[in-house]
């Protein structure tokens, strides 16, 4: 409550003052993303994708692209396209995810395997796939389809590398690094260059606007992997410990494993390893981590890749879009700091 007795109003989110900025785009990718994933054959794909689509995802990676095209000075309405694409690919590879993962529960609701099964919902993010890929094709720039494409590639080799490095305590932040930039960064990073690229931008805004991409991407899961130890199920959109229990080996593991003693190393081989957790092993972990100051460790992490997205930010025009995106990364790690 303000001082004069008003109720003080909740501040409104970065993505929220891009989602009014963006409105009329939005709703025209919207409009996409709904005639392109109809199917006059199969009414499954409609069924699922809807379910996924219209769950209550903020379309956050979309919006980076219109708004990168926007702050570059574009006026025309490919870029539309081109967001539509990123969330085409950013909803499959949540439909393959859940289906590798085993997961059960997606923004607050059953995911798509548990509904339907896992064959539905590996095809239908097939499907999705191809849907973006020809909408990536439309605009007809060689470039763009090039960015977006190799991110498709990065992303599926994160995927498997994810695979091979789970479970497996000699697993380096390198490794992890590159987990995560197939994961999560390496969509972020093709939606702002490719926005640039349509728009025709000089190359020191199209490196600028990559480099924050791929830096807001990385700030963004590596805070997602500190809120899975420390966060809300609420705040993450799925149940704390959720990563401990699936034995993946995130940035705050990685750190306590590098300085574990030898009793330490043998916990973190039964759990993670050998995967005979028991009632309590996810309070232990915690204990081990505040030990070594390994959340901390990750958590400057999660807060120097922020700096990093601001300041590439630096190299674009002055526009409202811009300083937008310089409160959303240090917005992404507000969560942790």
Same mark, same amino acid.
């Given at each position: 409550?303000?001082?004069?007795?008003?109720?003080?109003?909740?501040?409104?989110?970065?993505?929220?003052?891009?989602?009014?900025?963006?409105?009329?785009?939005?709703?025209?990718?919207?409009?996409?993303?709904?005639?392109?994933?109809?199917?006059?054959?199969?009414?499954?794909?409609?069924?699922?994708?809807?379910?996924?689509?219209?769950?209550?995802?903020?379309?956050?990676?979309?919006?980076?692209?219109?708004?990168?095209?926007?702050?570059?000075?574009?006026?025309?309405?490919?870029?539309?396209?081109?967001?539509?694409?990123?969330?085409?690919?950013?909803?499959?590879?949540?439909?393959?995810?859940?289906?590798?993962?085993?997961?059960?529960?997606?923004?607050?609701?059953?995911?798509?395997?548990?509904?339907?099964?896992?064959?539905?919902?590996?095809?239908?993010?097939?499907?999705?796939?191809?849907?973006?890929?020809?909408?990536?094709?439309?605009?007809?720039?060689?470039?763009?389809?090039?960015?977006?494409?190799?991110?498709? @590639?990065?992303? #599926?080799?994160?995927?498997?590398?994810?695979? %091979? !490095?789970?479970?497996? $305590? *000699?697993?380096?932040? &390198?490794?992890?690094?590159?987990?995560?930039?197939?994961?999560?960064?390496?969509?972020?990073?093709?939606?702002?260059?490719?926005?640039?690229?349509?728009?025709?931008?000089?190359?020191?805004?199209?490196?600028?606007?990559?480099?924050?991409?791929?830096?807001?991407?990385?700030?963004?899961?590596?805070?997602?992997?500190?809120?899975?130890?420390?966060?809300?199920?609420?705040?993450?959109?799925?149940?704390?410990?959720?990563?401990?229990?699936?034995?993946?080996?995130?940035?705050?593991?990685?750190?306590?494993?590098?300085?574990?003693?030898?009793?330490?190393?043998?916990?973190?081989?039964?759990?993670?390893?050998?995967?005979?957790?028991?009632?309590?092993?996810?309070?232990?972990?915690?204990?081990?981590?505040?030990?070594?100051?390994?959340?901390? @460790?990750?958590? #400057?992490?999660?807060?120097?890749?922020?700096? %990093? !997205?601001?300041?590439? $930010? *630096?190299?674009?025009? &002055?526009?409202?879009?811009?300083?937008?995106?310089?409160?959303?990364?240090?917005?992404?790690?507000?969560?942790?700091?």
């Amino acid at each position: 409550m303000d001082m004069d007795g008003s109720v003080e109003q909740p501040k409104e989110s970065p993505q929220d003052r891009l989602a009014v900025a963006l409105a009329e785009d939005m709703a025209a990718v919207n409009g996409l993303i709904r005639a392109r994933m109809s199917s006059e054959h199969a009414p499954r794909i409609p069924e699922v994708t809807a379910h996924l689509i219209e769950a209550g995802g903020k379309r956050l990676r979309p919006m980076l692209t219109l708004a990168a095209a926007r702050i570059c000075g574009y006026r025309g309405s490919d870029h539309q396209k081109l967001a539509a694409t990123v969330e085409f690919i950013h909803t499959a590879t949540l439909l393959h995810d859940d289906v590798v993962d085993e997961s059960h529960r997606r923004r607050g609701r059953p995911t798509a395997n548990l509904l339907w099964d896992n064959k539905s919902s590996v095809l239908v993010g097939d499907y999705l796939f191809a849907r973006a890929f020809q909408l990536m094709v439309e605009p007809g720039n060689l470039r763009v389809l090039d960015i977006l494409a190799n991110a498709s @590639a990065v992303i #599926a080799e994160g995927e498997v590398l994810q695979l %091979t !490095a789970a479970q497996d $305590l *000699a697993t380096t932040e &390198d490794i992890y690094l590159k987990v995560i930039r197939g994961k999560t960064a390496a969509l972020f990073s093709a939606a702002t260059e490719s926005g640039a690229v349509i728009a025709g931008a000089p190359e020191a805004q199209v490196r600028a606007l990559y480099t924050y991409g791929d830096a807001l991407g990385i700030a963004f899961q590596v805070a997602d992997d500190l809120l899975d130890y420390g966060g809300s199920s609420t705040t993450i959109g799925k149940n704390t410990g959720d990563d401990f229990r699936e034995r993946k080996l995130t940035l705050p593991v990685i750190k306590a494993v590098a300085q574990a003693d030898a009793e330490e190393r043998a916990f973190w081989v039964r759990v993670i390893e050998k995967g005979q957790q028991a009632e309590g092993d996810l309070e232990q972990a915690r204990t081990i981590m505040a030990r070594h100051g390994a959340m901390e @460790a990750a958590r #400057a992490s999660a807060l120097g890749w922020a700096r %990093t !997205a601001e300041a590439a $930010l *630096a190299a674009l025009p &002055d526009d409202p879009l811009r300083e937008v995106l310089a409160d959303l990364a240090q917005y992404v790690v507000a969560r942790i700091a």
